[in-house]
T-cell receptor, first 115, second 110 residues
Framework: GAVVSQHPSWVICKSGTSVKIECRSLDFQATTMFWYRQFPKQSLMLMATSNEGSKATYEQGVEKDKFLINHASLTLSTLTVTSAHPEDSSFYIC???????????FGDGTRLSIL | EDQVTQSPEALRLQEGESSSLNCSYTVSGLRGLFWYRQDPGKGPEFLFTLYSAGEEKEKERLKATLTKKESFLHITAPKPEDSATYLCAVQAANDYKLSFGAGTTVTVRA
């Protein structure tokens, strides 16, 4: 089956630092990648959609200058949380889709804790 | 705006006790309805895609069905390893984004 790898799985850092999360599709080319945020016992909330080689489309209420998304190749997208603060602590999950008719396949998420 | 409502929030089953999970949805033209399984601390794992009313899909002890307003995930003779949160999501005809429900957490006791 389609495999999506997300790294790191867990990161703890000080307030004010920037954190980069990588999302890779290992066995297919991902034309579209999605970034989600999930709070405890809540469902996934879409943050942004990215297509290879173009700017990401952010959902309403998501600060694009704070959550920088780069989708430089068909197998890699990155999310950088800039100047992170404790309220940014959450579980961030990426997904990838190869074609319009393919389901999204998800990475195993990154637990981000800002002290 | 697309809406997905899942019920119940939590379901506790005895091993072998079959049950069903409900996903009610409103969407402006359905491209597809998706079921995922999520284990604690992990990303969702794809289970099924349903495209049109009347469609059914099966995988081991799981069977998903679809009508014009809702989908059911039937778990037949569940085992403890079926314990997880099951998520339902819809994709509108004019978009590729998924709108997720809050999920049903299933616990199967041996």
């Amino acid at each position: 089956g389609a495999v999506v790898s997300q790294h790191p799985s867990w990161v703890i850092c000080k307030s004010g630092t920037s954190v980069k999360i990588e999302c890779r599709s290992l066995d297919f080319q991902a034309t579209t990648m999605f970034w989600y945020r999930q709070f405890p016992k809540q469902s996934l909330m879409l943050m942004a959609t990215s297509n290879e080689g173009s700017k990401a489309t952010y959902e309403q209420g998501v600060e694009k200058d704070k959550f920088l998304i780069n989708h430089a190749s068909l197998t890699l997208s990155t999310l950088t949380v800039t100047s992170a603060h404790p309220e940014d602590s959450s579980f961030y999950i990426c997904s990838a889709s190869g074609t319009d008719n393919q389901p999204q396949h998800f990475g195993d998420g990154t637990r981000l804790s800002i002290l | 705006e697309d809406q997905v409502t899942q019920s119940p929030e939590a379901l506790r089953l005895q091993e072998g006790e079959s049950s069903s999970l409900n996903c009610s949805y409103t969407v402006s033209g359905l491209r597809g309805l998706f079921w995922y399984r999520q284990d604690p601390g992990k990303g969702p794992e794809f289970l099924f895609t349903l495209y049109s009313a009347g469609e059914e899909k099966e995988k081991e002890r799981l069977k998903a069905t679809l009508t014009k307003k809702e989908s059911f995930l039937h778990i037949t003779a569940p085992k403890p390893e079926d314990s997880a949160t099951y998520l339902c999501a819809v994709q509108a005809a004019n978009d590729y984004k998924l709108s997720f429900g809050a999920g049903t957490t299933v616990t199967v006791r041996a």
